[in-house]
């Protein structure tokens, strides 16, 4: 290669800094006498001046980082991607966050070979059924506590223990995700840092789809998709989060659960959507076995994510599968022990009436409105029902009551039967103190004013003086400590 003359900054800046013996000074050329001028003409091409070879001095390699010095295209062992800090100033993106290596960022933070589509694919599909079954089933239950006005009076009263099922299954499949979504963010981890996946350089099938590259965020629209992931991530664990406090009746929050788990509900639904729109190919791709080649690791992985998920079903899914009962070692409760074998979720305590009023009488309020005594209540005909109490919390248990049909107490106030009923309770404050039931559930020959419950008469936590019970309905809309029914 022919040498170079150095920039006058390149001679300024090494000299002591640079390694090996000072190279010596060029001598200064000797003096010739002008030429005279010549004629006015085309001005001759500069021919370059030659260098003295004692002037030569070979240029110094530049810092790794050292952003003064471009590198030439011969230079590069790739093309680099390039990012514009300001109009006139390009640099590779490459150089930048290389400092911001560390820790996760690392190139070997990750060594399984697990971090893989095809993990990642069979754990969400089974992550996917548990959560689609737990917005169904959530979904129902909002619509029979809160029915919306064009399907208030569509409402069935049969199955009779059809919430007592939807809703063991929005708890247990709630439950069960909680493991499930743990091994999926595992297995696609090291996608939030940036790294390509192990099998990417052992085998081309693996190879085929690579997810993860260096920076993290590579344009505006991959920042999108990223966000969309975040956005989904956290929403779901929000969302089992505040669940499972939900189930042990523990809500150190400011704002009201149900609306909130709701909203949350349809938030993460439609991530998830988007999600599986968007990786469609690389599901499609890695759904059926034998697509990549198995892993004694993966399999191993994957039957400890089934043990873990079927642990955690299994030791709470008693307070809802009779069955099961046995085996319930980490439910809050067990719907067989409690006060006249039956749980308690709202004490009268919490309720403030723990002591009935002396002169208590049931007001019903119609066309023919009356009042009745205790007395006078034990003294018409009595029924009997075997309904479950199902609550929200997951736990139900079925139990023997016995009262007045609550369609006869509104016949004699001459209520239609199309006509609702809205049931107000000694309660103060609360948000069921007032409950409205449709006609379905009004006119159900099994739906009872409850007096007594497994041959006993009601205590105050269960509700005395008379309660609601009826069939396929929440737990908190059987109003307990009931004080008059009205007739809309």
Known sequence: MDPRTPEPHDREEDGPKANGPEPAKPSKPTETPKSPPLPEAAPPSKAPVPTPPSAVRPKPEAPPNAGAVRPTPGELAEPQTTIRVSRDVDFPLSLLPQS???????????????????????????????????????????????????????????????????????????????????????????????????????????????????????????????????????????????????????????????QTHFWLAWVATGGLLVHVAAKGPMIAQHWRRGSVPGLRQRRAFLGAVTVAAVAVTATTAGQTVPWLRRLT??????????????????????????????????????????????????????????????????????????????????????????ARVRVTSLEANGPYRVMEMPAAFAQDPLTLLALRVNGRVLTADHGYPARIIAPNRPGVLQTKWVARLEVI
């Open 100 to 258: 911001l290596r560390r820790g996760p960022f690392r190139e070997d933070a990750f060594t399984s070979v697990l971090h893989e589509p095809r993990t990642t694919v069979v754990v969400g599909r089974w992550l996917g059924a548990a959560l689609v079954v737990c917005f169904m089933t959530g979904l129902l239950s909002h619509v029979l506590q809160q029915p919306p006005t064009w399907l208030r009076d569509h409402l069935p009263s049969r199955p009779v223990n059809g919430y007592r099922v939807t809703q063991g299954l929005h708890v247990i499949s709630g439950i069960a995700a909680i493991p499930l979504l743990g091994a999926k963010l595992w297995a696609v981890y090291p996608r939030l840092f940036g790294h390509k996946l192990l099998g990417d350089s052992h085998d081309p099938r693996l190879r085929k789809s690579k997810l993860f590259e260096w920076p993290p965020v590579r344009s505006v629209l991959h920042a999108l998709e990223r966000l969309g992931i975040a956005v989904l991530v956290s929403t779901m664990l929000l969302e089992l989060f505040i669940g499972l406090l939900n189930i042990l009746e523990w809500y150190p929050w400011p704002f009201p659960f149900r």
């Open 329 to 418: 070692l980490f439910a809050p409760r067990r719907p067989d022990l409690g006060e006249l074998g039956l749980p308690v979720t709202r004490t009268a305590a919490q309720a403030n009436t723990t002591v009935t009023p002396p002169d208590w009488r049931l007001r019903i309020d119609g066309p023919r409105p009356y009042e009745l005594t205790m007395d006078q209540l034990l003294a018409l005909p009595q029924s009997e029902s075997r309904l479950p109490i199902a609550c929200v919390e997951g736990w139900s248990a079925s139990a023997h009551w016995s009262g007045v049909r609550l369609r006869d107490l509104l016949a004699r106030a001459g209520a239609p039967p199309t």
